[in-house]
């Protein structure tokens, strides 16, 4: 879509999102980071500002062919979570909770890819507590092992 509206937080955006007056196909609605500060919506026309389609899915990302007429928002219907992370052509961008429950990238005119991945927070942590719980286990059973040899 080509346009946003800014909103201070998610009641505002789901109030806004299920108004009379609001339609998806012309704006997406952006909260305010958490810091209070606006984020850019100046600039942008309502309606389409261009077309995407799916082009690769797994069980944790989804990439999109976005072709802008004019810069925009790729606007997915996919819920929202902080675990979410997005590259826009090789590059790191910004993924904002749109519409109060999905996912928005803000994206420049011309073609581009743009790929969503998803990693729950705590996944880093939980993965390493693992680790080293399994190399504990396994110290614990070639000490064991090492001590029968001795007493055998």
Known sequence: VGAC???ADGQSALERFIAADFTATDAVILERDQT???RACAGGFPGA???AREVDRSINSVAYEVRAERAGWL???DSWDKGWRAVLDGD????LRANYAFRAVR???????VRFTYEPTGFRSALLISALSLAIVLGGLVLAVARRARVA
């Open 92 to 95: 790191d961008a910004d993924v």
């Open 5 to 7: 509206e800014e909103v």
């Open 107 to 113: 994206v420049p005119v011309g073609t581009h890819e």
């Open 36 to 38: 209070g500060e606006a």
């Open 49 to 51: 500002a261009g077309a």
């Open 75 to 77: 606007v997915v219907n």
